[in-house]
């Protein structure tokens, strides 16, 4: 089945610092590639995506590339803030066979940023 | 503004109790889904609709219970048959095409006293 796995965290760097957060995938077909953040005590929001192989997903200064030869999908950022204090979840979307439509997800890196 | 609602924020229930999450989109999705996250994990699929009248168990349903009677709510049903309820529960919604993004609820953290 498809899985996701992410580096283990938690990462903690200091402001301005540049961050990359591995993910690496296994699925069948051409999935479509996603990262989300969560805030303590709140619902997961939309980071970036992707679709399709060397697809670039790019926001807030974040980015992510869609590699299929090496199934990964890192996030990175030239320069973090305290505000980017967060968790963050790699997620796949497969819409072949019985998997249409569901997300399997990554078990989360928690990034801590200090001043 | 269009969005997902879920209520309440916190619940708490004693053993033995059912409970119902509610979970409200005005985004006219036809896809909606309830997963799991527990500390120091990703989270896990419960159940997922895709169409109003139909619904899925997804990798988790044991205990828990869906109903789709209308395109905007999804609830979901805590029962007392599982075993390990305390989490925190998050509802999604999203459109039907195959790279549809799917969109959080604020979540629901249920305790079990």
């Known amino acids: 089945g498809d899985s996701v796995t992410q580096m283990e965290g938690p990462v903690t760097l200091s402001e301005e610092a540049f961050l990359t957060i591995n993910c690496t995938y296994t699925?069948?077909?051409?999935?479509?590639l996603f990262w989300y953040v969560q805030y303590p005590g709140e619902g997961l929001q939309l980071l970036l995506k992707a679709t399709k192989a060397d697809d670039k997903g790019s926001n807030k200064g974040f980015e992510a590339t869609y590699r299929k030869e090496t199934t990964s999908f890192h996030l990175e950022k030239g320069s973090v803030q305290v505000s980017d204090s967060a968790v963050y979840f790699c997620a796949l979307k497969n819409a072949g066979g019985t998997s249409y439509g569901k997300l399997t997800f990554g078990q989360g890196t928690i990034l801590t940023v200090h001043p | 503004d269009g969005g997902i609602t879920q209520s309440p924020k916190y619940l708490f229930r004693k053993e033995g109790q059912n409970v119902t999450l509610s979970c409200e989109q005005n985004l006219n999705h036809d896809a909606m889904y309830w997963y799991r996250q527990d500390p120091g994990q990703g989270l896990r699929l419960i159940y997922y609709s895709q169409i109003v009248n139909d619904f899925q168990k997804g990798d988790i349903a044991e205990g828990y219970s869906v109903s789709r009677e209308k395109k905007e709510s999804f609830p979901l049903t805590v029962t007392s048959a599982q075993k390990n309820p305390t989490a925190f529960y998050l509802c999604a919604s999203s459109g039907q095409g195959s790279t549809d993004t799917q969109y959080f609820g604020p979540g629901t953290r249920l305790t079990v006293l």
């Open positions: 699925a069948t077909g051409y999935p479509s």
